[in-house]
């Protein structure tokens, strides 16, 4: 068979669809990844087959597009109360501009089965016109098909298609757990990282480990989270390690806080007693598949509402960055309940089905 995986043009996007794409390419598939700006690199990364369908693409012209033209919106986007209308007009703009090289790369490529996240819907459009069937990936909390309903129209009336046809299933990795029961076909959340080393911060025995990550895509509202920590860091009995350190941080860090560059998160997350982030989906999802504690800071676009799911889960806090103190950390370290609670998360999505039987569930479907 020849596949092709669709992403929107974010790093966070593509890399949830990686270890599906390598399941099908070991099972002798030819594989091919069609995407733009940074979400080529990690394609490239981990050595996939990649195709840039929108050249010159910019993220942040789009952005700051709607940004002029729908204030009101935006100001709910960047305080994550903008439910879909944000993502509407964002990703529907994003995927208008994809679809015309989406369709260009199937028609070359011929592929007999499409799979898009939820985000790129240009890749159903595309299937769609040529009658090739399509599935989708989830790769956030939302649920997809109300993502992919919401951000369709510019691309279906670009290419005069009336609807979205049902897709033969969506791959679902997130546990029902964390977001409820949701058909399709479910699948093991396998985190992946492009670049860095495994282990670029020291290890102090003894001492426990805080990680703290940042979102991958800079813009409003995505910064203060690790200046926060870093404030409160002096006075917590823990090592905090930073990665991708944001601006605007102290030229002295206290002693027990280290910084670098790009980490694989898959590798560090199990080295560590918590994590305080972003609210990003797949850091979301990579630390409940390693078990950790979490404390997710609010953000902008579906960042508050992963930020609750979190929360409701049981295996996290979610709390502004001017909430969070040293015993707050402390707490998220030494808390009996949001361990249990992480560790059974960890215990139930390994033992969802590994993507190689997926791929092979999904080739025998079409």
């Not at 910019?58 to 994550?80: D, N, Q, V, Y």
């Not at 985000?119 to 992919?148: K, M, Q, S, W």
């Not at 991708?244 to 002295?252: N, S, T």
């Amino acid at each position: 068979m020849r596949v092709l995986f669709v992403s929107a043009p974010l790093l966070g996007h593509v890399l949830p669809l990686v270890p599906l794409a390598e399941a099908f390419r070991r099972a002798g598939h030819e594989v091919l990844v069609a995407t733009a700006a940074d979400a080529l690199t990690a394609g490239r990364a981990v050595k996939l087959p990649v195709t840039d369908v929108a050249p010159d693409f910019s993220f942040g012209r789009i952005a700051r597009r709607m940004m002029l033209r729908h204030p009101l919106i935006a100001r709910a986007e960047l305080a994550g109360a903008a439910g879909t209308r944000g993502v509407a007009l964002l990703f529907g703009a994003v995927n208008e501009r994809l679809v015309d090289g989406v369709a260009a790369v199937t028609d070359r490529f011929r592929p007999d089965l499409v799979v898009h996240e939820p985000l790129a819907v240009a890749g159903a459009v595309a299937a769609a016109r040529r009658g090739i069937p399509a599935v989708r990936h989830e790769n956030n909390l939302f649920d997809g098909a109300v993502l992919a309903a919401v951000t369709a129209g510019p691309a279906l009336r670009r290419h005069r298609v009336e609807a979205l046809p049902e897709p033969v299933t969506a791959v679902q990795i997130a546990p029902p757990e964390l977001v409820g029961e949701r058909t399709g076909t479910p699948m093991r959340h396998l985190p992946v990282t492009v670049g860095g080393t495994a282990t670029p911060f020291p290890v102090r025995e003894g001492r426990p480990r805080i990680a703290v990550s940042r979102s991958t895509v800079d813009g409003p509202g995505s910064g203060g989270l690790m200046r926060a920590v870093v404030a409160v860091a002096g006075d917590v009995d823990a090592d905090i390690l930073l990665v991708r350190p944001e601006r605007g941080l102290p030229a002295r860090l206290p002693g027990n806080v280290f910084t670098a560059g790009w980490v694989p998160l898959d590798a560090l997350l199990p080295t560590v007693g918590a994590v305080v982030h972003h609210g990003g989906a797949g850091t979301v999802l990579g630390a409940l598949a390693a078990g950790v504690p979490q404390l997710v800071v609010p953000g902008p676009g579906d960042r508050r509402h992963n930020a609750g799911v979190v929360e409701r889960s049981g295996a996290g806090w979610a709390m502004s960055a001017a909430a969070i103190t040293a015993d707050q950390l402390h707490r998220l370290l030494s808390d009996y309940g949001l361990r249990m609670t992480a560790g059974r998360f960890r215990t139930g999505m390994a033992a969802r089905p590994h993507p190689d039987e997926v791929a092979a569930h999904l080739a025998a479907m079409v």
